[in-house]
């Protein structure tokens, strides 16, 4: 079964070869696209293809699915996190978002990540492995299910922001963001999909150039170099000016406005001077800045800067003209920092 080619990481055209391979109509894709990404994981359930034509698929290919091991819901039943089993026995997570206008869900785009930012938890363990396209399609449609019997409506907004760094997952990521903007299946428009990224300058250019014109986030978190390396491994093989210049390149392209995540660290990177430094770095280019009060995970060093550094820091971004928001904290009360449900529950079961 675990060798079997997953249905779930096809694009319509790749199903369509299926379908021609077995000697079958290619327009029987169309109807297995349908089912799949309904999250159909039965094939008996599949009430349009004839019974022959299942027991093919049955016995050349498999249905991906995720089993559920642990469901979090934050007090205001708005934020809930999930932590998901693969086949091959590891673990990632996903959190679903409900806004005023709709549902977000915050998926993974690897096991782990191997990037080694200092105050995130999810890169502790560092890189298991990527996940497929089907892999993070099977986070969308299984939290789908979930929400569908709490009576809430389904994902229509998709951030790449959970466990891992999305371009250095580039050819599966970029091809789950097309499934799920095929009009057959999820249909996700791809301006509510944001993909964030550390700052991985070529595969930004390479992006840019895809074609997609989703939205980016980029981690920049410091106004300096100097700051941005003690904090970020990645900022010791891409300057900060090229990171910028990159972004821009994003924007001229693309039209979608780059969002800068700013995650505010007592004694770091929150002082005045560094707010002043960042808005020089920023002069001219219509883009946006997102503050982020820094969620602290228990075995890392990095502290949350002060109510006051945050206001403070947000009101000179402000007076010199840029757009700013300090983001939404959600989920606090179920370890709402990526990787940390999933370092729980392992140091739970080691007992």
Not at 267 to 292: Q, Y
Request: proline share 3%.
């Amino acid at each position: 079964m675990a060798n079997k080619p997953d249905l779930l990481d096809m694009t319509l055209e790749e199903l369509e070869q299926v379908f021609v391979s077995m000697n079958e109509k290619p327009y029987r894709a169309k109807q297995l696209f349908k089912w799949l990404h309904k999250g159909t994981a039965d094939f008996e359930q599949m009430t349009d293809l004839p019974q022959a034509l299942k027991e093919k698929l049955k016995s050349g290919y498999k249905i991906g699915r995720l089993i559920l091991l642990q469901r979090l819901a934050s007090s205001d039943k708005r934020t809930v996190k999930y932590l998901y089993l693969l086949t091959d026995n590891n673990i990632i997570e996903c959190v679903s978002m409900q806004y005023e206008y709709g549902m977000t869900l915050c998926l993974s785009t690897q096991v782990g990540c191997r990037m080694g930012c200092s105050f995130c938890a999810s890169t502790t363990g560092g890189l298991a492995r990527n996940l497929t396209a089907g892999e993070m399609l099977a986070q969308v449609l299984a939290v789908n299910s979930d929400l569908s019997e709490h009576n809430k409506p389904n994902i229509n907004g998709l951030v790449l922001m959970g466990c891992g760094e999305p371009l250095d997952n580039y050819d599966n990521v970029v091809k789950f963001i097309k499934l799920v903007h095929d009009p057959l299946g999820l249909n996700i428009g791809y301006r509510n999909i944001t993909l964030s990224t550390c700052g991985l300058v070529p595969k930004m250019y390479t992006l840019a150039d895809e074609g997609l014109n989703i939205n980016l986030a980029v981690s920049l978190h410091a106004p300096n170099d100097n700051i941005r390396r003690d904090i970020m491994k990645i900022a010791h093989a891409f300057g900060i000016e090229d990171v910028i210049k990159a972004a821009r390149y994003y924007f001229d392209k693309t039209g979608r406005r780059v969002t800068f995540e700013y995650a505010l660290i007592s004694g770091i990177n929150d002082r005045p001077e560094h707010a002043k430094e960042l808005c020089r770095l920023l002069s001219g280019f219509p883009c946006h800045v997102n503050v982020i009060p820094l969620n602290e995970v228990k075995h890392l060093s990095r502290k949350r800067s002060s109510e006051d550094s945050i206001k403070a820091f947000i009101d000179i971004l402000q007076s010199k003209g840029i757009n700013v928001t300090r983001r939404r904290e959600m989920g606090l009360d179920i370890n709402g920092a990526c990787g940390q449900l999933k370092a729980a529950y392992l140091e739970k079961e080691r007992g």
